[in-house]
Each structure stands twice: as C-alpha cells, then as structure tokens.
C-alpha cells in the first residue's frame, strides 16, 4: 500500500527507451483516430495542449510530452486525454518495457479543476514493489493535531504499524528523508506526502489534508489495504446525467401531482379552513426549501420523497386540528371557544406522533448512507417546520379571524 516514487533519471530512461518502441509503428493506424502511435506521444502537433506552465525537463524531449503536463508539485493529463494515454500504456511493447523496469505509472484517485486549464489526474510513476502492505498496519485513525506541534488543530492521520512494519518504516524513511511515498489502493494513488525525517517505532503522523473528511477517507484506505480482498473490475460503464435529470424531473411531477390532491380535498372537505391549511402547507414547503438551501444541501431523489412525506405529515396534522373543532361545534360551542379548545386538545396528539417520525429521521441520518442520509435530513427539517406552521401559523390565522364576533366557521 506504500509505494516509493523512483528517480527522475529512471524514469527519463524509460521514456527513451519507449520511444524507440514506437517509432517502429511509425505507419500504424489506430481505431481512436490517432494515426501513428508517435501522434500519441505528441510527436506531431495532433493533440492541442494546454499550457499550464513549463514542462519539467524530464518531459522536455519526452515522447508523452503532447500528453503529460507539470502542475505544482506534480506532473498531470488532462481528463480528455486519458484514454489516450491509457490506450498507448497498454499496449504489449510498452508493457513489456515497463515489466523490465523497476518502476510503473499509476493516477491519482480523483481528478482536480484548475481554472482555464480543465480536469487533470496526477500522473506518479513509482515503483513496482511497494514498501510495505496494509497488513503491517495496526491502526489508523483521523484526528487533530497535538497542542504544541506545527499541526495544532489541523486534521492529520495517525499511523500504528506492527513490528515488522515498523522496522521497514525506519529503514524507508531513514534512507529516503526528503522523498515522496505512494499511499495506493486499487491501482490508484491516494496521497503522496513527503517524508521529513526518520521515523522509528513505526508511529506516523500523516498531516496536508484539506478537511477532516479527506483525513478520514485516507484512514480508512489505510484501514482497508490490510483486508485480503483484491477487487476486480467485472463491468465498467459510465452513465449521462440524463438519468438523473428524468428522474428528478418525474420526482418533480409526483410533487405536483400529491400536492394538487391535497388541496382538492383540503378545499372540497373543510373549505375555507381547508385554504388556511393549504397556506400552511405552502409556508412550510418555503421554509424547508430555505433550510436545505442555507446548509448548502441539494434536493436529490431520496430527499424529494422526503419532502412528500413531510406534506402528507403537515395535513395531518391540521386533520387532525380540524376534526377537534369540528368535535367541539357539535357541542354547541361558539367558534372561538371550538378553536381553542380544538388545538389544546389536539396539540399532544400531533406533538407525539410527530416527535416518533424525528427520532426515526435521526436515526437513519446516524446509521444510514448517502441517499438515506439526504431523505433523513428532508424529513427531520420536514417534520419539525411542520409542527410550526400546522399549529402556530394555522391558529394564528384563526385567531385572527375570530377577533370579531363570528356565528359561523367554514370547516
């Protein structure tokens, strides 16, 4: 899981020697619109670069030069030529090459945008043998750094390894102070820090990262390069946002269809009072909308079906309010006093039912993933507002309206 970069003078011989490969193929015509394999490594001017500074030398007479570019601290292909670039290391003469050296090229994990220049994966050529293997390590973890230390306060990964792991960590790190090493899983490089010093008795201290959940997404790397499970691509497919689109757009459509239901029955069956629910509900549509905008969140799939549940919830709860007073007109009470004791009475009915369905939420926030999460969040927020404008804002309004000496209410 720990992979040492080679030298730049190993990896200049490489590229020298690859060219020699395929200037053999100089008349070869390949099915991705490249006429010569040379074209591919930028021997011809038909691959548009992007200049986003000076090549390193090592690139400078480089055949893969029209391909690979320099960005600080590393060098990157931009994401439109990938294919390219994979295309030309898989074929058999440049493996073979680069089986007969002590080095391989792999990408980073995740692409970066670097403004006027486009998507770019890191390239790393590193070598074969990694150092060492998830099964030396002992436990990683994310966390902040000590009080005291140039860290304090800044996410770090912290690193137990084994003995055995621990011994071949010292010798590394002695021999290699200055010095970049890979953290690969999968074929992929994940983070490439630098090695100050020495590090005996195997405890490290990974520090650079941008936020706590990039620390805790290396700690786990770490954590899963010691499990003897290899992953193997069966099937590789790449899906077009229009998926996602039409299934937003039918989300969309379900609202509109539940919500043109309810207010149909809303008016039909308590009328006028059914207009005073329906101007809750639309509040509270307003002020979920406006939560999960200022928490930066998005409305996917899930969290549409959230937000339909949370309408059905709010009209409960005003069914519920509505049928109280209806209780308490049949009394003979007037419509001020039905109003107020119909939301006393009804106020723990809904306080209940409600506090169950956000104690749910919270735990499927907690214990569940991505889309559960995002349905969770919709339904906690949902179910709270819901609880505000079904008993606050309805009453509000009715109270309002009874100020003045009313015989009879629409209900």
Not at 196 to 209: A, C, M, N, S
Not at 312 to 328: A, K, P, T, Y
Not at 355 to 384: D, E, H, N, R
Request: glycine share 8%.
């Amino acid at each position: 899981i720990l992979q040492k970069s080679v030298s730049d003078d190993e990896f200049a011989a490489l590229n020298a020697d690859t060219k020699e490969i395929t200037t053999k193929e100089i008349n070869e015509k390949s099915d991705d619109g490249v006429t010569t394999v040379d074209e591919i490594f930028g021997e011809t001017e038909s691959v548009q670069e992007d200049s986003l500074s000076q090549k390193p030398d090592i690139l400078s007479e480089s055949p893969l030069q029209s391909l690979i570019e320099s960005i600080p601290g590393d060098m990157a292909v931009n994401a439109r030529n990938m294919y390219a670039l994979n295309k030309l290391l898989s074929k058999e003469e440049v493996q073979l090459k680069l089986k007969s050296s002590s080095g391989q090229f792999l990408f980073s994990n995740d692409s970066e945008t670097i403004a006027g220049s486009g998507e770019y994966f890191r390239l790393y050529y590193i070598e074969n043998k990694p150092e060492l293997t998830g099964g030396v390590v002992e436990k990683a973890k994310a966390n902040l750094g000590s009080l005291g230390g140039g860290n304090a306060g800044q996410p770090v990964v912290s690193l137990d390894m084994n003995s055995e792991g621990a011994k071949t960590w010292s010798r590394v790190t002695g021999a290699n102070i200055g010095e970049r090493i890979a953290i690969v899983l999968d074929g992929k490089v994940h983070m490439a820090p630098n090695i100050r010093e020495k590090i005996p008795g195997g405890r490290t201290q990974i520090e650079g990262f941008a936020d706590m959940n990039e620390a805790k997404d290396i700690a786990i790397i770490l954590r899963a390069g010691a499990l003897p499970a290899p992953v193997n691509i069966i099937e590789e497919r790449t899906v077009g946002p229009s998926l996602g689109a039409d299934s937003i757009s039918r989300g969309k459509k379900s609202i509109l269809i539940g919500l043109t239901v309810v207010l149909v029955f809303m008016l039909v069956y308590y009328k006028i009072s059914g207009v005073i629910a329906i101007f809750a509900l639309v509040w509270n549509i307003i002020l979920i909308l406006a939560v999960l905008a200022s928490l930066g969140a998005t409305l996917t799939l899930p969290g549409i079906a959230g937000l339909i549940l949370t309408v059905g919830m709010c009209i409960d709860s005003n069914v519920i309010i509505f049928e109280r007073i209806r209780e308490e007109l049949r009394k003979g009470k007037t419509p001020k006093s039905a109003i107020e004791a119909g939301y006393n009475r009804a106020i723990t009915t809904i306080v209940d039912a409600n506090l169950t369905t956000v104690i749910a939420a919270l735990v499927l926030y907690q214990f569940g993933t991505g889309p559960i999460k995002g349905f969770a969040t919709v339904l906690f927020w949902g179910i709270s507002i819901s609880m505000f404008t079904a008993v606050y804002i309805t009453r509000t309004i009715f109270y309002t309206v009874t100020k003045k000496s009313i015989k009879t209410l629409s209900i």
